[in-house]
């Protein structure tokens, strides 16, 4: 007897835009996947607001500016009142990344570019795959906690070196787990996953709620104390380049595990030039970017440090570290800063 299998429920997903227009071209370019399925639109919060209590989405799109009340103030109020997974629908422009990161810090998902042509077709599959893996995230979006409180009188050995991977839910793992780095860290570079034009912003927000000093990483600039550097993404990798004076080297190549920049390539120049001076953290995020990388700085004889499951918004980049043994330990985010630091310390 051939046993039966019942198909998977599709992801039930409710549209919140002011746009009739856009709300037709996403809708429209979710209708191509059968998993997926619109169970409605809505104009504004306070429709959207009766929609999300009658209907019960899995995930919901939400729009960043609408009247009356924007998309911000709404996303806080669902994250108090009912939290559950948001992705969020901007544009690529400054004012459009300050708001999308204030969001992301607020507990949504992840954000999407909203599309530029008819119907929505350049969205791709980019939007699809966020919404099935939000829906079925087990973690709920939160706020980030109260920022911890920096260490004081600590010094880092002169040769230490962090090297920081993320990806989906990094914009508020990053500020809670830099909250808790002293004015003197160690050199510090990062690879988050996200739109080149969102970087900017995203370094100057944690500059201003960090003790160290944080900024893009310019190709060229050596990796100080009390420096952390944020890969510019778009058209060039970050790596560590040595030598006497330790560097950033941006480098315009093609994309490396699906990613540019890559983590992989980060961990893979971190492991070259840094070895066992160096200490890998490999964070929140979908896919596998950073997972060979990790691998070759635990073989250079680096820490390698793991996000553990119940603390990342997704369980992918560190589960698919963890599953090729390039962890040396997995740790929840609130002991992740205090275990970097201790291995870096003078």
């Known amino acids: 007897m051939i046993a039966s299998h019942a198909r998977a429920a599709p992801t039930r997903v409710l549209i919140v835009d002011d746009s009739p227009t856009m709300r037709a071209m996403v809708a429209h370019s979710l209708s191509r996947y059968d998993d997926i399925e619109v169970i409605g639109c809505a104009d504004g919060p306070h429709t959207a607001r009766a929609m999300i209590k009658a209907l019960n989405p899995d995930v919901i799109t939400l ?20 939290p559950m997974p948001v992705v969020m629908l901007s544009t690529l422009t400054g004012r459009g990344a300050e708001a ?96 080149e034009t969102y970087v900017p912003t995203f370094a100057a927000r944690l500059d201003r709620l960090s003790a ?26 970050l790596e ?32 070259r030039w840094a070895g066992p001076s160096a200490v890998g953290a490999i964070l929140t995020g979908m896919g596998a970017d950073g997972a060979q990388g990790l691998k070759k700085m635990k073989e250079a004889g680096a820490m390698t440090i793991g996000q553990d499951q119940d603390s990342c918004v997704v369980y992918g980049m560190p589960a698919a570290a963890q599953q090729i043994g390039a962890v040396t330990v997995q740790l929840p985010l609130s002991r992740i800063a205090a275990r970097l630091l201790s291995e870096c310390k003078a």
């Open 100 to 195: 999308t990161i204030r969001a992301l810090e607020l507990g949504a998902f992840d954000c999407c570019e909203k599309p530029k042509q008819a119907f929505g077709e350049d969205l791709g599959d980019d939007l699809a795959e966020l919404l099935r893996t939000a829906a079925r995230s087990p973690r709920r979006p939160r706020f980030v906690s109260t920022p911890a409180r920096p260490v004081v009188d600590y010094e880092p050995r002169p040769d230490s070196l962090i090297a920081i991977g993320s990806s989906t839910g990094g914009v508020e793992t990053l500020i809670e787990l830099l909250s808790a780095f002293p004015v003197r860290c160690p050199p510090t570079v990062i690879v988050q996953h996200m739109p």
């Open 212 to 237: 160290p000093q944080v900024s893009v990483a310019r190709s060229g600039a050596p990796l100080e104390i009390g420096q952390v550097y944020v890969a510019p993404g778009g058209t060039h990798h």
């Open 63 to 82: 729009d960043i500016e609408m009247p009356d009340m924007n998309g911000l103030e709404f996303l806080e109020k669902i994250m108090r009142l009912r």
């Open 240 to 271: 560590v380049t040595g030598g006497k004076l330790r560097r950033c080297r941006l480098v315009a190549d093609e994309k490396m595990s699906g990613h540019r920049p890559s983590v992989d390539r980060l961990f893979l120049s971190a492991a």
